[in-house]
């Protein structure tokens, strides 16, 4: 926003965010919303005897895995006097303190203290602060909110049933191509899947083509709202009378399922990711992909001459930049009080008016979509993908899964 009247920058006030949409930390607005979902927080090869500084949400934890196979996340800041749990020593039963030898289980409780006589005859009444850890297809994941609000840990059914030659499959690079963390706020990297003509813009005409040719062609765009959360539908028409009708889906708070760009696998999607605020500034996204044994995970994009991000001069980052340019390039928080929303928006606006929707449900003492408390209500099932269709058919009668409609 400029002050003078013929637009030069002179006197551009600063810019703000909307805090209800990007702040994570405990006993935010945004940040209570996120606490009342399951969030993934490392691989599960991440969970191991050797004890790993984790960050989440904002706050910092350590993971580990005793001997018993059990994952486990504390806070790392011992309850006795405070050192940290990070040189601790992972046991049978839990992790043991470096400093006095308090002994931790998964949950917290405390099993024993060597100091203490009768190695803690009191010990029941101390706890390490602790989260609750699910393992999914290689995740771990954390439910980080209030114990009485824990939902049911959601499954996808694009990942049930597994055939013998088929393996789910974790991939980590912010945006399937990126480092795995990027240094800025998640909301900016979570709207993005609802932000359709980007596709057309920076990943094929800007940078050349990075996804599949088909995606080259104009689309036309459309965006729906649902209870749980916004999809897309983007249709271009083929040059054989085909239309290849292109659905990506958000889902509150901060699933994402963007149907792979290379068209290497048609029909419903076999990917899904989810974003994980680290802090405010800090993001990591973590795909899901289903995929038979003997085949690579999906296509990358590929920038300039066929090469992979990470091998990118600076100059070539400026030349084909792909997401993690353009997100990371709105700033540590993208600053919406300067935005200039078009009409091309909508879905992201979409996005932004369920979330805070949301938010303020929770604030006011309500449960937010997509919790459940219901075990039978676990399995979610999920709609995006890449289908082509024939001339004929009625796109709009292509009928949601019946949990969606
Ligand atoms: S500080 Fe952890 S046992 Fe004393
Ligand atoms: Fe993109």
């Known amino acids: 926003m400029t002050s003078s009247g013929d637009g030069r920058a002179y006197g551009s006030r600063p810019g703000t965010w909307d805090p209800e949409l990007v702040e994570v930390g405990a006993g935010t607005p945004a940040g209570e919303l996120l606490r009342r979902y399951w969030h993934p927080v490392a691989r599960s090869s991440d969970a191991t005897t050797r004890p790993r500084e984790i960050r989440a949400l904002g706050e910092d934890l350590v993971l580990f895995r005793d001997a018993s196979g059990a994952p486990g996340l504390l806070e790392p800041r011992c309850c006795h006097r405070g050192t940290s749990l990070y040189f601790g020593k992972v046991e049978q039963t839990g992790i043991r303190c470096p400093y006095h030898g308090w002994l931790f289980a998964t949950d917290g409780t405390c099993l024993d203290q060597p100091c203490e006589p009768d190695r803690g005859r009191n010990r029941d009444s101390y706890r390490q602060p602790w989260y609750p850890v699910v393992e999914y297809h290689g995740l771990v994941f954390a439910y980080m909110g209030p114990p009485d609000r824990q939902p049911v840990f959601p499954t996808y059914d694009v990942f049930d049933d597994l055939g013998d030659d088929e ?6 690079h912010f945006a399937f191509g990126g480092p795995t963390e990027a240094p800025c706020n998640w909301f900016q990297t979570h709207e993005n899947a609802m932000d359709a003509y980007h596709v057309f813009i920076l990943h094929n005409a800007i940078s050349g083509p990075q996804f599949d040719p088909r995606l080259d062609i104009w689309p036309r765009v459309d965006w729906q709202r649902h209870d749980w959360g916004v999809t897309c539908t983007q249709d271009r028409e083929l040059d054989d009378g085909t239309t290849l009708h292109r659905v990506t ?33 800090h993001t990591r996204v973590y795909a899901m992909v289903r995929k038979p044994e003997d085949r690579p995970p999906q296509g990358l994009p590929v920038y300039g001459e066929g090469k992979s991000w990470f091998d990118l001069s600076e100059e070539e980052h400026q030349r084909f930049p792909g997401d993690y340019e353009t997100q990371v390039g709105q700033g540590p928080i993208t600053l919406h009080s300067t935005e200039r929303l078009a009409s091309s928006d909508r879905g992201v606006s979409m996005v932004r008016r369920q979330f805070v929707d949301q938010v303020r449900i929770v604030a006011d003492g309500g449960d937010p979509v997509g919790v459940s408390y219901d075990p039978a209500d676990a399995n979610v099932s999920v709609m995006a993908g890449n289908f082509i269709v024939g001339p004929d058919t009625d796109l709009a009668a292509i009928p949601l899964p019946e949990s969606l409609s």
């Open 167 to 172: 393996e789910v499959v974790i991939i980590d």
């Open 249 to 281: 889906e958000i889902r509150v708070p901060t699933v994402r399922v963007i149907p792979t760009p290379t068209l290497s696998v048609l029909g419903r999607t076999n990917n899904l990711s989810w974003a994980l605020p680290i802090d405010d500034t």
